[in-house]
């Protein structure tokens, strides 16, 4: 007895055939039969009631059937696990990466990456809207956010958080801003890419989940775009910290508000359910992992 006919016993059972099951192992139906009634002889079982219309297990064959069907999986699996592997480091992956990690980060770091396996080739998209990764034919996709698919997976790469700026010349024209309440009465500048909270900002602040209502005189869905409205002095922002961290090292941006916790999202990268990640995908997000955090300061 070995796992290959414990195999063609489950294919036997599943089918209800002998004829099916033969075609399907690539045998004949005697030389099946045969193999099937020496699995018996050696398990001094009957395993199969066979009359000439139908097939059924006897309860020694459904006792089997339960832990040879694991056996099959656990086989397979491990056939899997080294085609996995087998693939090679070949072909083209197809990614899509929001557009502020893509210009501060991920560009260079998948240049880099390709540079590194020449055999590879990247094809990038620049955009945030959460794409269909199956019905476009996507590889990898590099998210911020809660993953609503239950049919992908998400490896976290790292936390983004998030500020409250204005420039300094904003500030001098404008007055302070010491707590909430008082972002009512300045110009506050929505970002309009995410799910909600673009007009509700909301912070936490020992242990207390805080909001505010604000207005301004500008909008937008592209972070760069209130980034350059912020510098130029026109109101105050709520962005990912990733975005103006140089403009705030260098004092062009301010931090105001820093006794209130900013909101904190997770930055994945998501891809199709796959029992065995290809190998070239895992090195390829392990390199992403790491560019993040070789710029961990930034976020």
């Given at each position: ?191 309009t890419y995410q799910a909600q909270g673009s007009f509700d900002w909301r912070f936490t602040r020992n242990g207390i ?91």
């Open positions: 007895m070995n796992a290959t006919d414990l195999t063609l016993f489950v294919h036997v059972a599943d089918s209800g055939s002998f004829n099916k099951a033969a075609e399907l192992a690539g045998l004949s139906t005697p030389a099946l039969s045969k193999r099937i009634s020496k699995l018996e002889q050696d398990l001094g079982a009957q395993l199969i009631h066979r009359t000439t219309r139908r097939l059924s297990l006897t309860e020694a064959g459904e006792s089997l059937y339960v832990h040879a069907k694991n056996i099959e999986g656990q086989v397979s699996d491990a056939i899997a696990s080294v085609s996995a592997f087998s693939q090679g480091l070949t072909g083209t992956i197809k990614m899509s990466v929001p557009t502020i990690s893509g210009e501060l980060l991920l560009a260079e770091a998948i240049a880099e990456f390709c540079q590194k396996y020449p055999n590879i080739s990247v094809d990038m998209r620049l955009e945030n809207d959460f794409v269909d990764l199956v019905g476009e034919g996507l590889d990898l996709a590099i998210r911020t956010g809660k993953l609503e698919d239950s049919s992908l997976i998400a490896k976290p790469l790292i936390q983004s958080n998030w500020i409250v700026c204005c420039s300094p010349s904003y500030l001098e024209t404008q007055g302070e801003v010491n707590d909430l309440e008082a972002l009512k009465d300045h110009n506050c500048l929505a970002y989940e805080e909001s505010v209502r604000i207005s301004g005189s500008f909008a937008t869905n592209n972070a760069q775009a209130l980034r350059k409205a912020a510098l130029a002095g026109f109101g105050i922002v709520y962005v990912p910290r990733c975005c103006v961290y140089e403009d705030l090292q260098q004092g062009k941006l301010v931090a105001i508000l820093t006794d209130y916790q900013p909101r904190r999202l997770g930055v994945y990268a998501i891809y199709p359910f796959t029992k065995y990640l290809p190998e070239k995908l895992r090195l390829l997000i392990e390199h992403i992992k790491q560019a993040y955090q070789n710029k961990k300061e930034y976020f």
